[in-house]
């Protein structure tokens, strides 16, 4: 199994499960709980396919959709357990979330059209946090990366990064590649831990 493979499952495992946090948090049947962990992991990719006028890989490859469910359900049944794994969620939350960019940044590339920088950082960033924007849509809350950390602003970077060394320097895809995850990795943990965010103006009224 190739390493961004083995990534994208910890990627999809970790956003299902803030799904089902999320799901928890608001009191909802399985059913739901489903629901939002799948598409917590699903949806980016989703928008991102929809958008490059292409059908969405994880329909035409199911895996992700499985895996997610089974997770979201594991989820579910053992939720009393859940929340003390919050620390190892965040982590492999941002594993996933640098592995996503990549995969959107490549998605850009192989498509149809020539997608500029601006082109490649959004489609890497609707990867990483298209899903969190449905999931908290459907519970009736701002989306998360619109107020924590550094979350969307690492995704941008990333697919911009991607973009000029794709194509302006002659260095392997692989490295740049597992470089760019490994920077968004650290930084998000920091922003994490520090609880580091953008500026932003005390309400006034």
């Known amino acids: 199994m190739e390493i961004t493979s083995l990534l994208n499952i910890i990627g999809v495992i970790a956003f299902s499960l803030s799904g089902v946090l999320k799901g928890l948090k608001h ?21 991102r396919d929809i958008l490059l006028n292409r059908t969405p890989r994880t329909i035409v490859n199911e895996g992700d959709i499985y895996l997610s469910i089974v997770i979201s359900i594991i989820g579910y049944l053992i939720a009393h357990n859940l929340h003390s794994l919050g620390k190892l969620i965040a982590i492999t ?15 850009a590339f192989t498509s149809n059209e020539k997608i500029g920088l601006m082109g490649t950082a959004l ?6 946090v298209g899903g969190g ?73």
């Open 27 to 47: 009191q909802l049947d399985i059913f739901g709980i489903i629901v939002l962990g799948t598409i917590t992991a699903t949806g980016g990719g989703i928008i």
């Open 93 to 107: 939350d941002a594993l996933g979330l640098a592995v996503f960019v990549i995969i959107g940044a490549e998605a």
């Open 123 to 128: 489609m890497a960033t609707l990867t990483g």
């Open 133 to 205: 924007i449905i999931r908290d849509s459907l519970v009736r809350e701002v989306p998360i990366v619109l107020k924590e950390d550094l979350y969307a602003t690492l995704c941008i970077v990333g697919g911009m990064l991607y973009y000029v060394f794709k194509v302006y320097t002659k260095i392997p895809e692989q490295i740049y590649s597992n470089g760019i995850i490994l920077l968004i990795f650290i930084l998000r943990i920091i922003a994490i831990k520090y609880k580091l965010s953008l500026p932003r103006k005390k309400t006034i009224y």
